[in-house]
């Protein structure tokens, strides 16, 4: 056969971050297409300039038999099409290097995208590193687009709407928006005061702006006058928010606006410098990329908020559409896509259709645009290993393509994974490409990738032989490398079906990318899966998958308006015009009506809460409403009976298919015998150490082919391991399906025999015990009903040892870490000691404990609602389980039970020492509801006084913490199926010593460093504002690393609310430690052993029993925990309050916690406007809010010169400024608005905070720090909340006027910020997906 002639090659291309894969069709003379595959280094600047045209080109010489020289341009004459998919997008954004652009924003918001959700990254981070914000310049525009109340009553415009807008009509024209609702336009654009501005701008070299105003989803009149304005003045990339992604939040919305500005020139500019390197004809190929949805859009539509994912996209829809052997059909199989690159694995799942989501966070930036749900985790090939403190770590560092691993021959190369299975004998470096070397010319380096092994098996053995351990061979060692890197590749996996009720081992696992052939038998093994499936080109497949992908026209509409029989008609229509409009941008690219398929879809929410859901239309005219409610019961277990259905969007996703997708063939004939094996190996597995392995070429087996494991085969792009016990089949298609051994359970271990402990085991049980406590966050997550726990994420949920020692807590709420173990303590001593009162009764398998009180069990303030489970195995308790939210209402004197006058506990709500929330199985709802009820039975003898009032959500959220409870104990019960209930418990006693030992380590190091004698002490005080101290003397004996905390000297129990049980003590003396402990150790028990807390009964951290403590949970524990890092040095004190806010009426009430400024550290500023310390609660965005609440979100922004000056600046506070359109009660809770937070070592103290009142009629008053207040329609609340102290004295050079967060000069009234440039540190990871929504949330809240 020859090649066709004429103009008919495709190509099909992912540039990766490491490797550029190449899929090239080529139609032969007798019909039939020959494939070309190629892999080549993405970066290889000494020898070609771009890796997807030097790969076409070398296709083409190989085709056309004719040289192509590299310095020539592109012969195009026989190229027919190009589609690409590409990570420049993705790695502009993740190293900080697109387009300097500026953000023109709404007066009153300008650091509202550094705001953003006010939550900090990681939770033990003392130095706040949060990537960048994008631009460079803020232009504020002066304009105000308001949402009035409505005419009849409901929550948010109560119960006399009309009679209130008689007492108070915010001045403004009404007008209607695209949705039908009216806005009220206080005040329009002023574009002659702006014009100056965004010349100053324009004038700096800046040509890319983003423009974001409130509301403009609804109403983008304001937004396309700055646009327009902006075009005039010579911006020639101006991205409209209202246009990028018309949906409500202004911030995630604001974040897409910014992405697409900073992205979209700097991959033009890619395309062009691409473009360029090809002859004129290049005018007639087909050039489309691929976009974040999983569609293919032309060159001339490609936008950079839609390339987020290009690359990883390919990938999903490849192993999609091929996953399909003999007896299948494609695109019907249940299937987890495992992309195992070089820097890092995405997983996904495809069941039938594609998986959506629509909003995500890469890098810091939320992206508000339709991605398909591929979840990233840092482990790949690259991924650097190390050996830390008696811990396996595989990544999340990768040696990334410079300098690459060690086996790939450049100066300063790191081990890797790629390194272990070189030197595992499971890569070939004789059938890798060689490519490596100064001349690329050379295959990989297996003699420098096991030197560089033998050196971490020293130090693993090292530290085996300081303890008495058996030593490893390097072949263990890399081993366990391996076995490490799989667990962390399985956590996302399991969270991605088992989170959403799908069973893992009912899935297919499509295994593709460079390295991922190597590990998928073992992750099958590790999940329970049956079937592997290995494309033919699993090393290429996201290349494959561009070459099959549809092309895709989306358009979308905001809608909001409740699903009627009425409505539906009208939402029906404007989904025909939309269907019309994208069927129209498809024709334009030749595409006929019976390739065209148009999907429709609502985007639904129940009334009231923030989670929609993006329901597909069904096709046959049924109800929508319904199928919004099978998917919502689906995702999240329930539904919420009686309450109205939004329409927040319309939306319709038109594809163009112009290729038939792969069928099944069947095996029609014997294969015959397997031919010889290319070459023996010998390889080590797991399971029967060193073994001489046959390796086979993929070329020389056919369809019906069998191997049997141990084998290796190999391709000229990828090798595929199969284990022992697992056989591989070969497909008609030449693929390879392996049928995988299901692992059996480990062998019972004699109780009475002492478990030896294994460093890798230890990094296998550290990552299972956290996963198993993230697993019961994501399902507490899913099943609740409140705002507080289901979108603020004011939760915790934790595994504790059957003493009520912490085992493991996933990265949740600061303030709960040390008080749920107290919870648990006090529950075993209630209902098991002798002395306790339910000591007769016990507990007995399908109990479950509920408790909330602070003083007499453990809890940290009343709202938060402590659910605790025993974990039973051969009728013993062995474990148990715990979850702790924070509840709308528990009653009390104030809605949402966070009175700030309360003067006694019973003033604060129901407070429950110990009740059976279920027992012997049976949910306990009559008990529970008295309980909850009980303070309205005080309401003759205390003002105000009430039970819950909001009962349904209290049970449903309770329902919804039992429920996590027994996924908890289900995965518990998995672990000692898998390894034995002796293992499984002792290696919960060897996590908690490492961790014991790393704290350990840090207080000898800190004893040492701050020239203490061997038995030293620090001190530290500070002053709550009623003047009551807090006085703690540390005492470190360096001969062991032990420590008593001594609070002696603090203040008396005082006659207000700020006193705080020891429990909440404890979380912060426990948050401090695991945050001075640089070490990514796991938080447990452990970390407490070594420390002796001493706190004075009656005191303000030991208070008595009847005393109030709602404010000691949210502003004492930030106050205990700056003078703690006081004591060690560590860092200036942040804003030490939580700024407490809620308001509302009979009808509604709200709640939010108010960021301010982090104090500076010894190397670092503090970061301005974040959550710090013992909280991380997210803020609701500014569009939800006013659409919600009766209010008009005026200023969001930092509140500059708040934080403390220093060599080391603090970070700034923030001002946050409400306006109320109705009649409302208001409550402030906070702290530091008369002491300031202090300076360390010579650096400034923070500006308090201040709270006002701003009356309609312009009078002023201060509220001070704890108040109540009513307020009238028109009357504004300004709180502006502290910064953070400053470290250090200022030098010469002064720090504090340079560099870090927060750097800002407002010239003209406060108009124009201006910001560092988004400068390059660190790579962020990429994150995406469902799983990594979530994680990212967890690890922020």
Known sequence: MAPAEGRNLAFSIDRGGTFTDVFAEIPQDDGSVEHRVMKLLSEDPDNYPDAPREGIRRVLEEVTGKPHPREDKVDTSRIASIRMGTTVATNALLERKGEPCALAVTKGFRDLLHIGNQARPQIFDLEIDVPDVLYEEVVEVDEEVLLPLGEEPDRRSGKDPRGDEETYRPEGNRVETLTGEMVCVRRPVDLAGLRPMLQAVRDKGIASIAVVLKHSYIFPDHEKQVGQLASELGFTQVSLSSVVMPMVKMVPRGFTATADAYLTPHILRYIQTFQSGFDEGLGEVQLSFMQSDGGLTPVSLFSGHKAILSGPAGGYVGYALTTVWEGSEAGQQQVIGFDMGGTSTDVSRYAGSYEHVFESTTAGVTIQAPQLDINTVAAGGGSRLFFRRGLYQAGPESAGAHPGPVA????????????????????????????????????????????????????????????????????????????????????????????????????????????????????????????????????????????????????????????????????????????????RTLKEQGFTNDQIHVERFLNLRYDGTDVPVMTPCPPDGGDPAKAFENQYRREFGFTLAGRAIIVDDVRVRATGRAKDLPKAGDITSDPGPLPKAAATTSAYFEKGGRQDTPAYRLSDLKSGHVVEGPAILIDDISCIVVEPECTGHITPGGDVRIEVQRKAPSAAVDSSQDVQQDSVQLAIFSHRFMGLAEEMGRTLQRTSISVNIKERLDFSCALFAPDGGLVANAPHLPVHLGAMSDAVRAQLQYWTDRDGAGKGEGIEEGDVMVTNHPQLAGGSHLPDITVITPVFDAGKIVFYVASRGHHADVGGITPGSMPPMSKSLVEEGAAIVSFKLVRAGEFQEEGITELLEAPGRLADQIEGMSGTRNLGDNLSDLRAQVAANNRGIQLVGDLIAEYGLPVVHAYMGFIQENAEQAVREMLQQFSEGAGLPQVGTVTAEDFMDDGSPIRLAVTIDRSDGSAVFDFEGTGPEVFGNTNAPPAVTSSAVIYALRSMVTADIPLNQGCLRPVDIRIPKDSLLWPGEEAAVVGGNVLTSQRVTDVILKCFKAAAASQGCMNNLTFGDSQLGYYETIAGGAGAGPHWHGRSGVHTHMTNTRITDPEILERRYPVALHQFQLRPGSGGTGKWRGGDGVVRELEFLRPVTASILSERRAMRPFGLCGGGDAQPGLNLIVRRSGHSVNLGGKNTTHLQGGDRLLIYTPGGGGYGAPDDGSSDKDGGDGDEARPNGATVARRSPARSQTPHRRASGRVHSYQDSQLSA
């Open 408 to 583: 790939y021959r450049k100066k300063g190369g790191c081990l890797a994974i790629t390194d272990a299975n070189l030197v595992l004998g499971r890569v070939l470096p004789d059938f890798f490409p060689k490519i490596f070397g100064e001349h690329e010319d050379l295959p990989l380096d297996s003699h420098g990738a096991r030197q560089a092994m033998e050196e971490v098996a020293g130090q693993v053995n090292e530290h085996a032989r300081q303890r008495g351990q058996p030593e490893k061979s390097v072949d263990e060692v890399a081993m366990g490398f391996i076995q490490v890197a799989n667990e962390t590749m399985c956590r996302p996996i399991r969270a991605l079906t088992q989170m959403r009720g799908y069973d893992v081992a009912a899935h297919v696992l499509a295994c593709f990318g460079g390295a991922g052939g190597q590990h998928a038998c073992a992750i099958a093994v590790a999940l329970g899966m049956k079937t592997v499936f290995v494309h033919r080109y699993a090393g290429i497949l996201s290349a494959v998958g561009i070459g099959l992908a549809d092309v895709v026209a989306e358009k979308q509409e905001p809608a909001a308006v409740e699903l009627t029989d009425g409505t539906f008609d009208k939402l029906t229509t404007r989904l025909s015009n939309l269907d019309t409009e994208a069927a």
